[in-house]
């Protein structure tokens, strides 16, 4: 079983049409949406939960008000000043507590308790183009890279169970924890960029990561024809880096018209733009071939 992951630098280089246009193409496979901080392949395929599960992870302190005896220490002790007094009663907000557990751990009355958060969903679901693993972070939540090792995990088990050879994923923009988390046991990372200096530094960025995690990696250029001559140097700088150039993809009204429909382009469009995606999921399949397991 083979794992792919379409990526960017950076958030709208057309990452996740790409991916819906490949969900499409691809056969045999699990769809997976690592994107958990904001996820919109579901915008594009329209899933139908099978099954929901809450997310629990991390701890967030809260003061249990019958127990405190309001001696105003865990205001003095909070670095991040998380605690605040008013008339006579203490409480957390949540959004600045960091969980450090030191006013847990000193409360004098132990009157501050330390559950652990629900900080999302996640779920199994049907589409159009099979079965799609995905989830939903809260606002401003923590733990997104142990909620994209999850859904990795799960979408790894269902392909074996069911003899499918390929998870294509949909990951996060940038190189943070997500990102990081969705590196682990991929095989292949595509990165989507666009032709404008900003697009080659995070370019540079992602694949680097990449490289790290010893993962091989592929370029497709999206609205190449914005500024040919910078496509031209992205590439120049992917041939001297031994990276797969898998092809370039133009500017074209259309992409906004498909998701206005809640269509992948691939259905939108069946000439040449459709053509040029099949051809870059064609040379994706033959560079899985050559990956070694």
Not at 80 to 107: H, M, W, Y
Not at 131 to 150: D, I, K
Not at 274 to 287: F, K, P
Request: aromatic share 6%; with cysteine.
């Amino acid at each position: 079983m083979h794992e792919i992951v379409i990526i960017s630098g950076k958030g709208g280089a057309g990452k996740t049409s790409i991916t819906g246009a490949f969900a499409q193409l691809a056969e045999n496979g699990i769809l997976c949406d690592l994107d958990v901080d904001a996820p919109d392949l579901h915008l594009l395929l329209d899933p139908e939960h099978r099954t929901e599960e809450e997310f629990w992870s991390g701890n967030e302190a809260v003061i249990d008000q019958d127990v405190c005896t309001g001696c105003g220490q865990c205001v003095e002790l909070c670095r991040f000043d998380a605690i605040s007094e008013t008339d006579g009663r203490f409480t957390i907000n949540p959004l600045q507590c960091e969980g450090c557990k030191v006013c847990v751990t000193l409360c004098p009355a132990e009157a501050i308790e330390f559950p652990q958060k629900h900080c999302g969903d996640w779920y199994v679901s049907s589409t159009r183009f099979g079965v799609m693993v995905h989830a939903q972070l809260y606002p401003g939540e923590e733990n997104s890279g142990r909620l994209v090792t999850l859904l990795k995990q799960k979408a790894r088990q269902m392909a074996e169970e069911q003899g499918l050879d390929l998870v294509l994923c949909d990951g996060a923009p940038g190189i943070g924890c997500p990102v990081i988390s969705s590196m682990a046991g991929t095989d292949l990372a595509v990165v989507v960029t666009e032709p404008t200096p900003s697009g080659l530094h995070d370019l540079k960025r992602v694949a680097e990561l990449c490289e790290n995690f010893r993962t091989k990696v592929a370029v497709l250029v999206n609205k190449w024809d914005i500024n040919p001559a910078m496509t031209e140097e992205i590439e120049e700088y992917c041939r001297s880096r031994g990276y797969v150039l898998v092809g370039r993809f133009p500017h074209d009204r259309a992409v906004v018209d498909a998701m206005l429909e809640r269509k992948v382009i691939t259905e939108y469009d069946s000439g040449p733009l459709a053509e040029t995606l099949e051809e870059a999921w064609s040379d994706i399949l033959n560079l899985l071939k050559t990956i070694q397991k």
